[in-house]
């Protein structure tokens, strides 16, 4: 992700809504620790934040890295607005006022494609996701912008979902975005659950020790 410049589309809507967010993000300092715990900024970027003047300044920097020097990091900045109580912020930037009939998406390339698997999840893992879908929405619902980009880098869902999901926030906040992604999940093929728990650890073993422990007695229950 460092030394990478944002994606073209989501670089536009920051470049869009970068007055409005200089002058209403006062403090930062929150996002930077944040985004660092994240993996999206490094020491050396956290440092160079750190060392700008308080205040706008701060916010400039920030924004000038996250845009030109952390890759696709966009979903986790939106997910650290929303952590830190900024969730309408983070909705004003992900609208697209001027692209209301015609949504526009990046494209995901041909392996991308391939490597996205569509379909239901093998019936008892099934019924395992199912009967955690409150405590999964309940868990997600707080790192969206996290889950979303570890799960796309990892060809789990693709574009679209990101999109629908993101709907899914603008409309029913993070509960609305976590339920959708919960769904989307489960549809993700046959054999995604062991899957989603590689991508959950170490950072959400919360998640992964539950659905690992459901697993282990489906095993027990298999023999």
């Known amino acids: 992700m460092p030394g990478m410049k944002m994606q073209q589309e989501d670089f536009n809507k920051i470049r869009r809504n970068y007055e409005y967010i200089t ?3 006062v403090n930062c300092e929150g996002l930077v620790e944040y985004l660092f715990s994240k993996e999206v900024l490094d020491y050396d970027q956290q440092t160079t934040i750190e060392e700008a003047r308080k205040g706008k300044p701060r916010v400039k920097k920030l924004l000038e ?3 030109t020097e952390c890759g696709d990091c966009y979903d986790v900045f939106l997910g650290a607005l929303r952590e830190k109580k900024l969730g309408e912020m983070a909705n ?3 609208s697209d006022p001027e692209q209301k009939e015609v949504k526009t998406e990046r494209p995901i390339t041909r392996s991308q494609r391939a ?3 569509k379909g239901a ?3 008892d893992h099934l019924d395992i996701w199912s009967s955690e879908h409150d405590f999964l929405v ?3 619902k707080n790192h969206l912008g ?3 980009m570890k799960l796309f880098c990892k060809m789990i869902i693709d574009s679209d979902d990101k999109e629908k999901i993101r709907r899914e926030i603008r409309d029913n906040y993070n509960v609305g ?3 959708c992604l919960v769904e989307i999940l489960a549809n993700r093929g046959e054999h995604v659950l062991p899957r989603i728990i590689k991508v959950l650890k170490p950072t959400y073993n919360k998640i992964a020790n539950r659905l690992e422990d459901r697993l282990a007695e489906l095993k027990l229950e298999r023999l």
Do not use: P, Q, R
Request: hydrophobic share 55%.
């Open 177 to 179: 975005g976590a339920t």
């Open 121 to 123: 999840m093998e019936e």
């Open 23 to 25: 002058n209403s993000l």
């Open 65 to 67: 890295i996250l845009m």
């Open 146 to 148: 996290d889950l979303i």
């Open 92 to 94: 004003v930037i992900d």
């Open 115 to 117: 490597k996205v698997e």
């Open 138 to 140: 309940a868990e997600f």
